[in-house]
């Protein structure tokens, strides 16, 4: 296994975790050093069991982020190039590994070369970087204020893979491809070739909302991508009390793992929370169950671990709720739903004594309209594990292949050589065995 199947992330988005200004700090400020902040946040996600840093937009930009000016220069409003360098290197003295957030398919209006055709048109030297269309240029789904790049021009391609190396050159270790899915795959090829010449262990997962997953995967060089399929089942199933949705989202995971180990997820930064996204809150253990049980490369969105809430609206500022500041150092989150997580690292634990779950497929043994039984299975056959999900209010019977099953979390009436399984209402549970005799 390379060291990104070992990878669980814990994902924060850095403007709105560490309170930084909504807009651009103006020319000639002092930057803001809040970067080095989030050191005092490495032992805590070392604690839930994470050990990878995924990284929201840290360069220079104009607003939130994702309207990049500079890709060369840290965001003034979260410190300097030396403060992320100390970042990483205290996070790689804990073993933990960095994960940038990359916007190539757009830029903002302020984007030096885009400024300079805005002053220069057609006699600028980056006139051909964006393309023409009506009065304006191109822009990512309407949005004014974000200019699309053209991604056909060799010099675009240039200027993406000259960014990557210069960073990951400075010790970070791979690169979430923000809205990979605007972007013409054989643009990812041309740049994810290039790159690896200098990086062979670099790791990019690409934002894909929807489409071909693993076409991204296959012709873009990518080596994972979003699972927001799975993301949408794992809610979805849970609030219409339906697991025969999330056992057709698993079928179709198990087809995206014959191709790579998709980047999964309950919360990230584009989505309302979990917590608040969820009709019953009994429903949470499920839903993170699911998570770190099934084949892919999981993620904890910052905040979820204690269950925190957020709502995501479509309108300026929508994404305010489900981007907080967040106190100084962990202890300022004090007691509150410590048990979620506790839950958080009783889970991530399963899954860090059983890596070979990144890679294994589901096999679904009981579904009703109520209940959820799944195995996965080491593919060299030397472990195996049991989940079962009652979605409903009412205990409710499940099955499994008979094995010597070891009880690993949650409440339920399985064990050694059992077969048959008593969930109570809302119950889970997750077991191990050494095989499941053929």
């Not at 990049?68 to 403060?83: A, M, Q, Y």
């Not at 009065?135 to 021009?153: K, M, S, W, Y």
């Not at 039984?373 to 009652?390: E, F, H, I, K």
Request: net charge negative.
């Amino acid at each position: 296994m390379s060291w990104s199947e070992h990878a669980i992330w814990w994902h924060v988005h850095p403007l709105g975790f560490l309170g930084a200004e909504r807009a651009a700090l103006p020319p000639g400020e002092p930057p803001r050093h809040r970067l080095p902040a989030l050191t005092g946040w490495l032992d805590h996600l070392v604690r839930l069991g994470c050990n990878g840093l995924a990284l929201g937009p840290v360069f220079a930009a104009e607003t939130h982020g994702y309207d990049t000016v500079d890709h060369f220069r840290i965001d003034p409003r979260l410190g300097t190039e030396d403060d992320l360098a100390e970042l990483t290197e205290r996070a790689a003295s804990r073993g933990v590994r960095v994960l940038l957030d990359g916007v190539f398919n757009h830029v903002g209006r302020t984007f030096g070369p885009f400024a300079d055709v805005a002053r220069h048109g057609a006699d600028s030297p980056y006139a051909d970087w964006f393309v023409p269309e009506g009065d304006d240029f191109r822009t990512f789904e309407g949005h004014r204020h974000l200019v699309a790049l053209n991604h056909a021009h060799p010099a675009v391609a240039d200027h993406v893979v000259a960014v990557l190396d210069h960073w990951l050159e400075r010790g970070v270790s791979g690169w979430r491809l923000d809205a990979a899915y605007a972007v013409p795959r054989s643009f990812w090829r041309t740049v994810t070739d290039r790159v690896r010449e200098r990086h062979p262990q670099v790791w990019f997962s690409g934002e894909v909302i929807h489409g071909d997953y693993a076409a991204y995967v296959r012709e873009g060089g990518l080596d994972s991508a979003t699972q927001y399929e799975l993301w949408k089942a794992i809610w979805s199933s849970l609030n219409d009390t339906n697991p025969h949705e999330l056992a057709w989202a698993l079928k179709r995971h198990n087809g995206l793992l014959d191709t790579f180990a998709p980047q999964t997820f309950v919360g990230n930064h584009d989505v309302t929370r979990i917590a608040s996204r969820l009709r019953e809150p009994r429903h949470l253990a499920h839903a993170l169950t699911v998570l770190f049980t099934v084949g892919g490369i999981p993620s904890v969105y910052a905040g979820d671990e204690r269950a925190l809430r957020g709502v995501k609206e479509e309108r300026e500022g929508g994404d305010d709720a489900i981007r907080p500041a967040f106190p100084a150092d962990p202890s300022g989150l004090g007691p509150d739903q410590l048990p979620v997580e506790r839950l958080h690292q009783t889970l991530v634990g399963v899954r860090r004594r059983n890596s070979w779950l990144v890679r294994a497929r589901t096999q679904v043994h009981t579904l009703t309209h109520t209940v959820l039984t799944y195995t996965l299975t080491d593919p060299n056959g030397s472990a195996a594990l049991a989940v079962g999900l009652n979605f409903g209010a009412a205990p409710a019977e499940g099955s499994l292949p008979a094995a010597d099953w070891t009880p690993a979390a949650g409440e339920a009436a399985v064990g050694a050589g059992s077969a048959a399984v008593t969930l109570p209402g809302f119950g889970w549970f997750v077991a191990t065995a050494p095989e499941i005799p053929h």
